[in-house]
């Protein structure tokens, strides 16, 4: 559902879908054609071979690569975690910036597993975003503002982008996001986050149905639900996703917050997610069915509920495992290994 | 089923039962006491939690590490292969080895992805097993030897140990093995392999049934099965698993002829398998039933219709992450985050 509008901060990025490149054929080609003398069954390497295929298509170049891999953690606070639906303080979004920026958290350790750099972008904490039970979250020259921040997280130009975010309460957003798409009970959209208790719970499904109760009448435009009943580090990987795009970066993102991001712009067009990968199924109630809205499945399931681009950081290897396959191993010829009968 | 039986080639194996350490319930829960501190909500990090404790239980040590990571792949031929149920022929074993000897072949390059060594076992490639469908495949002392022989896996004192295999028709022995194991039709446990086609598919099923209907008053004793359905790969394998175990070595295995191997041990004892982890769920149709055979939820599914420890070998990347995050993230003192309210 692409929304034509003119002369709004929206329209630039309305705009960006226009200009959206599809995938390089030439290179997916190339991957095929080596891939199919490479020494094995043809197709025994499963979802590797899609990975290379999709690596090269959307880095438009050949061979696929994965020498530049980086994970920007975007984070931001929200008014409505002043409604208790958290089990955390809101200080501890700038807390664990703190301890991204010092090396301490879980993604760290997974970036430094597979050789990935991190960047973390902070969005305002000390402004919370408005209440989204109360008003909209941020007014639409904001939002675009925010949107246009996180395209710099290919500043650096990686050749493969991980998303994740940090920001206590955004599983009530994501929820309320969810619930603002795709309809449904509140109930199905909320889950338990970083862990609140059954009272909280309770709060926050009333939170997320008074917030979409609100603001009803405007969740046909993506980008008017996502000022509404978003929040900023969502706008900022939604920036994120749509400037990869552009910049011929696959993405991989995954948990139930950069995946309310990723569907704003499914939204808009389904196509500006086929340069993505959807990660690691999150243990959050509500994202496998997320998923399914977006019709992608995930390359792990472990359980993980943590946020911070965890799970799309530890795909990291998968990846780098499935450019080294196609680029590394011998062909039939080179090996002197009979091919199939 | 433990099955006593004295003065023949298979007591020694037996014997090594008896002598299984139990998890490390100490270093376990050194793990559980440091994992509460970590800046994370607790249980946020799923199965990668279970990992660092699975780990450190079995390594018999604190902190859980994965330094000496290594791969070992077990290559044996079949004479089943003379009934016409491979796609490749049956020089292609011999061909492989050298392939991964030179770095050429699917399980190098992934090995090389995390740093990982690589050892090839070959298992007199230019004797074959004899055809199950007409006699035993070996005799029981050179069986006992085999077995004996995969316990030189752990010789360079990993930390974290694949198998893995290669043996052109070992999927048909794979099948034969867990017919005689489970029962049900042959059917149900043959499977495309490398991709044979549905002729030689045809002509699998009806090898394996006339396998097991040769070889069925033996299938009660594990390593009988062992000997007469099985095959020197899936012995030597049967070697490794036991000696990573008493030499406190965790296991990641996958596939459906390794899983064949780990099979014989859980018919023995189940608990022989608790030092091991199943990488990934293969292609291969019957892997998942097996599986659920052991009770064991593979880490990943990506498809994968290799062998070779592929899959076993890209879980390390998961399993180092697991190490890392548990030795490496900072705890909420030393970060100075808030913890639950």
């Known amino acids: 559902m692409k929304t034509n509008r003119s002369d709004t901060p929206f329209s630039d990025i309305l705009a960006l879908f226009d200009s959206f490149p599809l995938i390089d054929q030439e290179s997916v080609e190339k991957v095929q054609a080596r891939d199919g003398m490479l020494t094995k069954p043809p197709g025994s390497l499963g979802r590797l071979e899609e990975i290379a295929e999709w690596l090269a298509g959307w880095q438009a170049s050949y061979p696929p ?10 984070a931001g606070n929200h008014g409505v975690v002043g409604q208790g639906v958290t089990a955390y303080p809101a200080e501890v979004t700038a807390q664990m910036v ?85 309809g449904g009970k509140a109930a199905d959209w909320v889950g338990p986050g970083t862990g609140v208790d059954d009272a909280g719970l309770a709060r926050k499904i009333e939170a997320v149905e008074r917030a979409v109760a609100l603001h009803k009448d405007h969740c ?37 917050i950069a995946t309310a991001a990723a569907a704003i712009i499914h939204a808009i067009s389904p196509a500006g997610l086929d340069h993505c990968l959807a990660a690691h199924c999150s243990a959050e109630p509500a994202h496998a069915a997320l998923l399914e809205k977006l019709d992608m499945e995930p390359l792990l399931n472990l359980r993980m509920r943590l946020g911070e681009g965890s799970g799309a950081s530890l795909a990291i290897g998968i990846v780098q495992a499935s450019a080294n396959l196609h680029n590394g191993m011998a062909t039939f010829d080179q090996a002197g290994v009979s091919d199939k009968d």
Chains 1, 2 share one sequence.
Do not use: H, W
């Not at 760290?108 to 990935?116: D, K, L, W």
């Not at 675009?144 to 921040?149: L, R, S």
């Not at 008017?224 to 970066?249: D, K, P, Q, S």
């Open 98 to 182: 703190t301890n991204f920026q010092t090396g301490g958290a879980a993604v760290n350790q997974i970036c430094e597993t597979f050789g990935a750099g991190l960047k973390v972008f902070e969005l305002a904490l000390e402004i919370p975003t408005k209440d989204i039970t109360q008003e909209p979250a941020m007014d639409e020259e904001s939002c675009a503002a925010t949107i246009a921040f996180g395209m710099e997280a290919i500043a650096d130009k990686p050749d493969l982008l991980c998303i994740g975010e940090m920001g206590i309460g955004n599983t009530t957003i994501a929820a309320a996001m969810c619930c603002g798409l795709y």
């Open 65 to 74: 690569k994965v020498d530049r891999p980086i994970t920007v953690v975007f």
């Open 220 to 256: 046909k435009d993506p980008l008017e639900l996502l000022r509404r009943l978003g929040g900023r580090e969502i706008a900022a990987m939604v920036g994120a996703i749509l400037a990869a795009r552009i910049g011929n970066i696959p993405v991989l993102f995954d948990g139930y």
